[in-house]
């Protein structure tokens, strides 16, 4: 028989031959080949390893036990679709992960487990910490954080918390990790003076009216030698009331995907600019200083004589610039993965390691790599180290001129795609490269090709700026194609409102819109936006918080009365603190609610993930969740 359309590692082998040896006849050879096929591909490529092989062995042997008077072959192809799915989801490609609260233990725990993990990918290596965070009140996070800063001196831990933070009332932790001293903790403040004076306390006193901007952000990303590793962010506030009482989510993304890569570049960008901006964040001394100045000159405005606090000494940290990432993805088609892969194992090598992915697709370990090209046995323990194994997909919504190039495609054909995208938003699906490039290439590149794409929206606003902006990083100086409220595609400046309000003018009639938000005002443009989808005949469901939501509420029900597809239900069992919207396979999740100081104060962040079915069927069920436990209105 012809030989299968993969490749079967030496490991692999003794275990195919004794899955084929179960197969008695031609046509059972190849369709137990045909599964092999499959289970290869579920990583990526098109080499099946032991421990593939093994998994589709098992299946057989499992569906021979319980056969009875069945064919054990046809019932094994039919159980192996599933163990396949399984082995699909397992190498998750994108990089995706999410977690909700009330879901599979606690999230706080899974937290600081990733964060162990991407210590321990680090193995000693330079790695970053760098937090953005709102409220920070775990006894257990903070012990996470603090064991791992002494036992891991490799490891610089950078925090900017909200002003609320600076001091340790109501079990804040960073005053706390502070009075440890250890010298690869630093931590700023957002700049900030929430306060008014109370004539009838004599002094000031917060008022969260006053803010100029909190610092809302909940998350962090990982920085493994220059490499971009994680990004965890999401609605979950770092606190027990959040992992027990609170409807939270918190979502993982791992450098796999190019698109997840460039959350996390994203997210390390806004960090730098934030932690550098002198109006944005301040020092543990400096903040104090600046607060008492402030303080005293609210006393003395009022007629009260100023505190007589000494100044503190200047605790300035140095200006934060990323390091370089260092790292080849052996999966990658950026040029400087190729010529970086080059400078690390040779010209000669780096060819051959070239041809082989070429031929069978992705590597997915350095134990892959190593058997698929027998000369990479020899690299040292630090080479080896700063390769990295992506997932091999090109997305057609964010890739390059160069990426699509390097892909295959001519370059009209590439210049074509970004000229599509541009002028009409994303690609829903592969389908609509017809026409952009012959049938010919996307037939040969449609298995290294994806249409998911990830981005990052921010707000910000530093003290004592007139209006706030998008983000301290270089978001603030590009724009990004959205739809409008006119269907026309325009270029906007990358806010937390475009990040919803394009996916809200994108649906179409009989379209499903589930939105789980914490805080919604009628006055917020994502309001708006989602009025008028439903105007168009949208189908709407809507879960707001008990708290501080009746006008909204009111003014849904209003709408519904007159005969606009919307519901709305409220949550009153537990506090409702999600921020997230689903619409059909795009979603939208992170810090910002639907309100005036969301898109105008505070510091936020909004993602969106478009076309991944799999992450929107899991925000889904989360809708779905939260909506039958909530109250009908």
């Given at each position: 028989m012809p030989a299968p359309a993969f490749k079967i590692s030496a490991a692999a082998r003794p275990i195919v031959d004794q899955l084929l040896a179960r197969a008695t006849t031609e046509a059972d050879k190849k369709k137990v080949n045909e599964v092999l096929r499959k289970a290869a591909g579920a990583d990526g490529n098109k080499v099946i390893s032991a421990a593939e092989a093994q998994a589709i062995l098992d299946t057989f042997k499992s569906a021979a036990a319980s056969a009875g008077t069945l064919d054990p072959i046809a019932l094994g192809v039919e159980k192996s679709a599933a163990t396949v799915a399984s082995m699909k989801e397992l190498a998750n490609l994108d990089g995706v992960s999410s977690l909700f609260t009330f879901q599979d233990g606690s999230v706080k725990d899974k937290m600081i487990a990733e964060l162990n993990a991407s210590v321990a990918r680090a193995n000693g290596r330079p790695m970053e910490i760098n937090m953005l965070i709102f409220e920070f009140q775990s006894?257990?996070?903070?012990?996470?954080?603090?064991?791992?800063?002494?036992?891991?001196?490799?490891?610089?831990?950078?925090?900017?918390?909200?002003?609320?933070?600076?001091?340790?009332?109501?079990?804040?932790?960073?005053?706390?990790?502070?009075?440890?001293?250890?010298?690869?903790?630093?931590?700023?403040?957002?700049?900030?003076?929430?306060?008014?004076?109370?004539?009838?306390?004599?002094?000031?006193?917060?008022?969260?009216?006053?803010?100029?901007?909190?610092?809302?952000?909940?998350?962090?990303?990982?920085?493994?030698?220059?490499?971009?590793?994680?990004?965890?962010?999401?609605?979950?506030?770092?606190?027990?009331?959040?992992?027990?009482?609170?409807?939270?989510?918190?979502?993982?993304?791992?450098?796999?995907?190019?698109?997840?890569?460039?959350?996390?570049?994203?997210?390390?960008?806004?960090?730098?600019?934030?932690?550098?901006?002198?109006?944005?964040?301040?020092?543990?001394?400096?903040?104090?200083?600046?607060?008492?100045?402030?303080?005293?000159?609210?006393?003395?405005?009022?007629?009260?004589?100023?505190?007589?606090?000494?100044?503190?000494?200047?605790?300035?940290?140095?200006?934060?610039?990323?390091?370089?990432?260092?790292?080849?993805?052996?999966?990658?088609?950026?040029?400087?993965?190729?010529?970086?892969?080059?400078?690390?194992?040779?010209?000669?090598?780096?060819?051959?390691?070239?041809?082989?992915?070429?031929?069978?697709?992705?590597?997915?370990?350095?134990?892959?790599?190593?058997?698929?090209v027998p000369g990479t046995a020899a690299l040292s323990a630090e080479t080896l180290a700063a390769l990295h194994f992506g997932s091999g997909l090109v997305s057609v919504n964010t890739a390059s001129l160069e990426e699509l190039d390097n892909l295959g495609f001519s370059k009209k054909s590439a210049q074509d795609i970004v000229k599509w995208r541009e002028t009409n938003g994303d690609f829903d699906s592969l389908d609509q490269l017809k026409g952009l490039a012959p049938q010919a290439t996307l037939t040969r590149l449609k298995d290294k090709l994806s249409t998911t794409d990830v981005e990052v929206f921010f707000n910000s606003r530093p003290f004592g700026a007139p209006q706030g902006g998008t983000g301290y990083g270089s978001s603030g100086s590009r724009t990004t194609p959205v739809m409008g409220a006119n269907g026309q595609i325009t270029s906007a400046a990358p806010n937390v409102v475009v990040g919803a309000t394009d996916l809200f003018n994108r649906a179409k009639a009989g379209q499903p819109i589930d939105v789980a938000m914490y805080g919604m005002s009628v006055g917020a443009p994502e309001y708006n936006a989602l009025v008028e989808a439903a105007k168009r005949g949208a189908v709407v469901r809507v879960v707001l918080n008990d708290d501080y939501t009746a006008p909204t509420v009111a003014a849904l029900k209003a709408l519904a009365t007159q005969g606009l597809p919307i519901d709305v239900r409220v949550q009153k069992a537990k506090t409702m603190h999600e921020k997230f919207g689903v619409v059909g396979d795009d979603i939208f999740f992170g810090s910002a609610n639907f309100s005036g100081s969301s898109s105008t104060k505070h510091s936020e962040n909004r993602i969106t993930i478009k076309n991944e079915a799999s992450t929107a069927k899991a925000f889904q069920g989360r809708f779905d969740e939260i909506w039958n436990k909530s109250k009908v209105m």
């Open positions: 006894d257990s996070l903070e012990k996470a954080l603090v064991d791992i800063a002494k036992k891991n001196p490799n490891v610089t831990i950078r925090v900017i918390g909200d002003s609320g933070q600076a001091t340790d009332s109501g079990g804040n932790a960073l005053p706390s990790i502070l009075k440890e001293k250890l010298p690869n903790v630093q931590v700023k403040y957002k700049k900030d003076f929430p306060y008014i004076f109370s004539q009838s306390a004599g002094r000031p006193v917060y008022n969260h009216g006053a803010t100029q901007g909190l610092n809302h952000h909940k998350g962090f990303v990982t920085l493994i030698d220059g490499k971009p590793d994680l990004l965890s962010t999401g609605s979950f506030n770092w606190s027990d009331t959040a992992d027990t009482k609170n409807y939270e989510n918190l979502v993982f993304m791992r450098n796999t995907d190019s698109s997840s890569r460039r959350g996390i570049e994203s997210f390390t960008d806004e960090f730098a600019g934030f932690w550098n901006n002198p109006e944005a964040a301040l020092s543990p001394n400096n903040f104090a200083n600046f607060k008492s100045q402030k303080w005293n000159e609210l006393l003395k405005a009022n007629g009260k004589p100023p505190t007589q606090a000494k100044a503190k000494p200047d605790d300035s940290y140095a200006p934060y610039s990323p390091p370089l990432d260092r790292s080849a993805d052996l999966n990658g088609y950026r040029a400087r993965d190729l010529s970086r892969l080059t400078e690390l194992v040779g010209a000669t090598l780096a060819k051959a390691v070239t041809k082989e992915r070429t031929t069978n697709g992705r590597f997915t370990s350095v134990e892959d790599l190593q058997e698929r």
